[in-house]
């Protein structure tokens, strides 16, 4: 019986990632450099890891750079950006849906605190959380289970009693690790991306509904045509 919904935020709930990428991007072609891709997304979902932009950026200029005057530049330009975007479709209503059903409904981030908060408040969206898990709550993010297994923990729930929505593999795994079923909904810049385990792949969250959660329907088939 699934008691509760846990939501990643970055690309999930608020398309923060696509931006992130083109600020820096344009940053990069400043100095006639492209920005991969491939290596970009796997920064997508965690933090650290194994890409690091800047540095990146540095060695294929070939000289130091100022790369916390860089960090200022991008973070500027690319807050100027998110404040323009609105939650991904279907968001809201799942939310309200998942509120009007019973189910408890959490958040679990790899993005600090302070940020998370700031964005679900300009949203209007921190009232329909019932805990707000993140970077700062845990020694590990994602793809570590440490966020999911403390957001049921928070929220009085089974892992097995609780549904992951992620956009990233790195969120996928951490929720499947934690014993989770997971809905997975690229974004434009993760679709490209294998998210091995998952339990349901849709296009938008606007094809998803609480009902379809709740009776197990949604599990049944991807509108991909995928049975997981």
């Given at each position: 019986m699934i008691r509760?919904?846990?939501?990643?935020?970055d690309g999930t709930i608020l398309d923060t990632e696509t931006p992130a990428y083109l600020t820096l991007k344009e940053i990069y072609q400043k100095y006639g450099i492209e920005l991969p891709l491939d290596e970009w997304c796997k920064c997508i979902g965690?933090?650290?890891?194994?890409?690091?932009?800047?540095?990146?950026?540095?060695?294929?200029?070939?000289?130091?750079?100022?790369?916390?005057?860089?960090?200022?530049?991008w973070r500027a330009r690319h807050q100027?950006?998110?404040?323009?975007?609105?939650?991904?479709?279907?968001?809201?209503?799942l939310l309200q849906?998942?509120?009007?059903k019973g189910l408890k409904v959490g958040l679990a981030s790899?993005?600090?605190?302070?940020?998370?908060?700031?964005?679900?408040?300009?949203?209007?969206?921190?009232?329909?959380?019932?805990?707000?898990?993140?970077?700062?709550d845990v020694e590990h993010v994602k793809p570590d289970p440490a966020l999911y297994l403390l957001a049921v923990?928070?929220?009085?729930?089974?892992?097995?009693e609780a549904v992951a929505v992620e956009d990233s593999p790195n969120g996928a795994l951490a929720a499947k690790r934690a014993g989770m079923r997971c809905v997975v909904v690229p974004n434009p810049m993760t679709e490209g991306l294998d998210f091995?385990?998952?339990?349901?792949?849709?296009?938008?969250?606007?094809?998803?509904?609480?009902?379809?959660?709740l009776d197990g329907s949604a599990f049944s088939v991807s509108v991909k045509g995928e049975r997981r």
């Open positions: 509760a919904v846990i939501f990643d935020f965690t933090r650290g890891g194994e890409f690091d932009p800047l540095g990146y950026l540095e060695t294929c200029v070939g000289r130091p750079l100022d790369k916390e005057a860089i960090l200022q530049r100027k950006m998110v404040e323009q975007q609105r939650p991904l479709p279907g968001v809201e209503r849906e998942a509120k009007a790899s993005s600090d605190r302070e940020v998370i908060l700031h964005r679900l408040n300009m949203l209007d969206l921190l009232s329909d959380f019932d805990c707000v898990c993140t970077a700062d923990s928070r929220l009085g729930v089974r892992p097995e091995g385990e998952y339990d349901l792949r849709l296009d938008s969250l606007e094809e998803l509904t609480v009902d379809g959660l």
